[in-house]
């Protein structure tokens, strides 16, 4: 079994991803295998590439190669709208379903005393800067519904209360539902329907 060490290090890895689990991995593995040059190695080339150059953006969060992301370097993007999400993956749906033209910001989390995970540990104070200073009219909660997505959606709002115009994403989304799982339709519909906090 020593000839297969690094194919089965390679296995455990892939099935450390979500969605996949160890049977998932081991298909993804014989597929890249089989085809390694249409795909095992372009991949690999790809991987390295980002490793390398992925990062934060410095404004809003969202991960990019450069210091500032595109969505916040498009000045027809700056239109006196924040959407505020939870993580990267939030933003992404958000803008799959194209019903949102402003600019984002990534709190990297939602506030939690059961993990000790306050203000400071997420990007709320950066928020609140640039409240002040970028010239924003309207802040879109689009928080998941949950328990923990709701507070932090209160949170936000009695800081930024008086500052900004602050809405909510509306219907479409259910209690208990996470952005990065709902389809486009529901993204766009719940969008539209926003209402203030």
Known sequence: MRSTRQID?????MAKLPGLGPRSARRAVLQMIRK???VM?????LLQQVAATARECLNCGNIGTADICDICASEGRANGQICVVEDVADLWAMERGGA???RYHVLGGTLSVLDQVGPEQLRIPRLVDRVATEGVSEVVLALNATVDGQTTAHYIA???EGRVAISSLAQGVPIGGELDYLDDGTITAAFIARKPV
């Open 41 to 45: 190695q372009p991949l690999a080339d």
């Open 158 to 160: 009695d800081q930024l």
């Open 100 to 102: 949102f033209k402003g």
């Open 36 to 38: 390694r040059a249409l």
């Open 9 to 13: 290090a390679l296995i455990e890895l």
